[in-house]
């Protein structure tokens, strides 16, 4: 592969400097490098960052595209799964066009890595993973994708779900999900216990979605805690959402943000706009690795959001209300860099040796890209161009 030279550009916001980066990693950073057969790129000046990590979204689920859908419910989490399992066919979402359409836009954004989950279900069987699988491969290029094989109807509560989980990681799922084991399944200790027992058959990592509230999903929390040490499992146990760690109880709260941090529970936050949800500054002040993600966008649930993380970001840092710039630079971290650490892989950023992934974003400062509304210059995979003014910009891959 051909190196690539970027000229003129601001590393973390620093000075202008050139950045090679060969055989897809970082092999230099500095004023007036050279390298003879490189393909070189001007950056204008732009502030680069390594590329952004959606850490957790659905790309099963999006209407994206398709005509605007009229048929969102209100009600409860159980009203909203049913509604979507009993729409899909009707509405003839096709999982492999919508989740090229969303991680396409993703990856205009800036995108570099994503984690997203795939419902499993009795109804649908392995239907979706198929589609999300072929989606993974026609974007290797372009982005790296972990996918979550998700129980999103419940695991103990419909009989054949678990075998299909089974058959989902021996496919290529690459993380066992679970979701609210006490409030859906009715059932936490049978509930957990199938999901340890998943990813211990599988020798992958586990990301739950704990939606519980307070009291309630502190008990689950703990007993996630208990297993992820029981199993020697730290360092491979996610929770998405966690809104127990959001009650307003700091004395309850701190110590069980300890207990994640020895654990080395990751914590996947989407600063949900109607949910009390984990601080993100205290969940870094206490050592907790975080992502953030988009979760679901225009989907059957509802009609919000964009597929792009610093969009996202804003939603994070206005519900924490977040106004300095230290603060800004650290949310920009979870958007990025400190998104891919949570979810398991090396993210020493943008130094020499590292990942040949950036994006180049608009703004004076790293603060001052956070809230400006603007296209990405430029994205970078592996030391390849993906994308270009928002565009994407790999042979071959057209936005279908
Ligand atoms: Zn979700």
């Not at 850490?55 to 979507?84: A, C, F, V």
């Not at 989407?270 to 690795?289: C, F, K, N, W, Y």
């Not at 020493?348 to 400062?365: K, R």
Request: glycine residues 12%; hydrophobic residues 40%; proline residues 6%.
């Amino acid at each position: 592969m051909q190196d690539l030279l970027i000229r003129n550009i601001r590393p973390m916001g620093a000075e202008a400097q050139d950045i090679l980066i060969r055989a897809g990693r970082i092999a230099a950073i500095g004023k007036g490098l050279a390298a003879e057969g490189a393909t070189v790129e001007d950056g204008a000046g732009a502030i680069a960052i390594p590329t952004l990590a959606d850490t957790h979204t659905h790309l099963d689920k999006t209407t994206w595209g398709m005509p605007w859908y009229p048929g969102r419910k209100g009600g409860s989490l159980q009203d909203l799964i049913d509604n979507e399992r009993n729409s899909r066919i009707p509405l003839g979402l096709d999982v492999h066009r919508q989740s090229m359409r969303h991680a396409i836009q993703l990856v205009e954004n800036g995108t570099g890595h994503i984690r997203s989950h795939v419902d499993i279900d009795t109804d649908h069987g392995l239907s979706l993973l198929e589609g999300k699988l072929a989606t993974r491969t026609a974007l290797a290029d372009a982005v790296d994708m972990q996918i979550v094989a998700f129980p999103q109807s419940g695991l103990m509560k419909r009989p054949g779900t678990y075998e299909l989980m089974d058959e989902a990681l021996a496919m290529g799922a690459d993380v066992v999900g679970g979701l609210d084991p006490s409030s859906m399944d009715r059932d936490p200790k049978g509930s957990l216990d199938a999901i340890f027992r998943l990813a211990e058959k599988h020798g992958k990592p586990i990301d739950i979605h704990l939606h519980e509230y307070g009291e309630l999903g502190a008990f689950t929390l703990e007993e996630i805690i208990a297993r992820t040490h029981a199993l020697g499992m730290q360092g491979l146990v996610g929770v998405s959402h966690c809104f127990c760690l959001g009650m307003p109880d700091p004395l309850r709260v701190g110590p069980l943000m300890e207990e994640v941090a020895k654990a080395d529970i990751r914590i996947f936050t989407t600063g949900h706009p109607s949910a009390e949800v984990p601080s993100l500054q205290d969940m870094r002040a206490a050592g907790i690795r975080v992502g953030l993600g988009c979760d679901g966008i225009r989907d059957t649930w509802g009609p919000w959001g964009q597929p792009d993380m610093l969009h996202r970001a804003r939603i994070v840092g206005m519900k924490n209300r977040m106004r300095r710039d230290d603060e800004l630079e650290l949310l920009l971290d979870a958007a990025s860099r400190g998104g891919v650490e949570a979810m398991g892989l090396e993210a020493p950023g943008l130094v020499p040796g590292g990942s040949g992934d950036l994006t180049l974003v608009a703004g004076e400062t790293l603060a001052h890209a956070v809230v400006e509304e603007a296209p990405r210059p430029l994205v970078v995979k592996r030391g390849r161009v993906v994308a270009r003014a928002g565009r994407i910009a790999l042979p071959g891959v057209v936005m279908p």
